[in-house]
């Protein structure tokens, strides 16, 4: 069964604190991805790793980074957590051969307060 | 860069009625390859349809689009809309130099009885 999972569901954090997401996926794939999605703004890719180590800054990568010391798992960092960083965190896979068709996992609601 | 425009919010109308969602797009690429993600409440963002070909309507689950470069358009529409197609649509373009997903801000589609 296809899956990306996602955890936490849902946290909450001072400000200044740090902040761990983590992501899995089942399906073997090269490219992990990190979204946030706020409304009026849509999804906006925060961080792309194309394999083990292989990370590449997406369009907001400031206030974030990113760990993948395994294919199936894909780590978010906040170091210091900001209230701008409230936000739905979403994850997502996709083969390297075909980024056009992109697994999501369920979503992280993550209040900074 | 590339950029994709959503105009409408929010969508509200009548189940069996016609459904169109606006996607205009633009980037300095000749090929672009143009999605439709769908996004049901408490549930993980999908890939609904997808085309790169100039003039050609892309089908699925009742959905329809037709990507015009003419017009760098890409319309979402479904002859007749049901209560189960309330959801967040997002429109997402790739172009043929890169690998990232632009998104679009998002329609959100509420189908009342």
């Known amino acids: 069964d296809m899956k990306v999972t996602q955890m936490p569901r849902y946290l909450i954090k001072r400000m200044g604190e740090n902040v761990l997401l983590e992501c899995g996926q089942d399906m073997s794939h090269e490219t992990m991805y990190w979204y946030r999605q706020d409304p009026g703004l849509g999804l906006q890719l925060i961080y792309i790793?194309?394999?083990?180590?292989?990370?590449s800054e997406g369009d907001i990568p400031k206030g974030y980074r990113v760990s993948r010391k395994k294919r199936e798992h894909f780590s978010l960092i906040l170091d210091s957590a900001k209230t701008n960083q409230t936000s739905v965190y979403f994850c997502?896979?996709?083969?390297?051969?075909?980024?056009?068709?992109?697994?999501f996992g369920p979503g992280t609601r993550l209040l900074v307060l | 860069g590339d950029s994709v425009t959503q105009k409408e919010g929010l969508v509200t109308l009548t189940e069996g009625l016609p459904v169109m969602l606006n996607c205009t797009y633009q980037t300095i690429y000749s090929n672009a390859f143009l999605f439709w993600y769908v996004h049901y409440l408490n549930e993980s963002p999908r890939l609904l349809l997808k085309s790169s070909t100039d003039n050609k309507r892309t089908e699925h689950q009742g959905f329809h689009a037709t990507l015009h470069k003419s017009s760098s358009s890409f319309h979402l529409q479904k002859s007749s809309a049901q209560l189960s197609d309330s959801a967040l649509y997002y429109c997402a373009l790739r172009n043929s130099a890169g690998n990232k997903l632009t998104f679009g801000i998002g329609t959100r589609v509420l189908v009342r009885p």
């Open positions: 790793s194309y394999d083990v180590d292989s990370n």
């Open positions: 997502a896979s996709s083969l390297l051969q075909n980024q056009d068709t992109q697994y």
